[in-house]
């Protein structure tokens, strides 16, 4: 069985607008941040207020999970122009969404961790 190339549940076109959203939020997550970098304190108290705060965690778990789809979309693209083996493809794309899903997780660790006192 022969498997022609690993694809995305979407059109092209879908998949494009998507990942120009996901870009989108990225900038302005990086605007939002570096504004609050350059006009706050540089101390555990502020930093720890900040991301302590709910609509933070979410906007930075959003953050990841932007990041994750778009270079989802991104290396899917070059993997499907690039890697011509379709099993060397599926392992490649098997092993990213693995590595992927993992850093997801991880986030949930990362960003909802400290209020379970660790």
């Known amino acids: 069985m022969d498997i022609k190339s690993v694809t995305l549940p979407s059109t092209g076109v879908q998949m494009w607008l998507l990942q120009r959203v996901t870009a989108v939020y990225i900038a302005i997550y990086a605007v939002v941040f570096l504004t609050y970098w350059l006009f706050t304190p540089l101390d555990y108290i502020s930093w720890s207020k900040f991301f302590a705060c709910r609509i933070t965690r979410y906007a930075s778990f959003l953050l990841v999970l932007s990041v994750n789809i778009h270079s989802?979309?991104?290396?899917?693209?070059?993997?499907?122009?690039?890697?011509?083996?379709?099993?060397?493809r599926v392992g490649f794309m098997s092993l990213l969404l693995i590595y992927l899903l993992g850093l997801q997780l991880y986030?949930?660790?990362?960003?909802?961790?400290?209020?379970?006192?660790?």
Do not use: N, P
Not at 77 to 85: E, G, I, L, N, R
Not at 112 to 118: E, I, P, Q, T, Y
């Open 107 to 118: 986030s949930i660790d990362i960003f909802w961790g400290a209020s379970r006192g660790l």
């Open 72 to 88: 989802w979309i991104g290396l899917w693209t070059v993997a499907t122009d690039y890697m011509k083996s379709s099993f060397i």
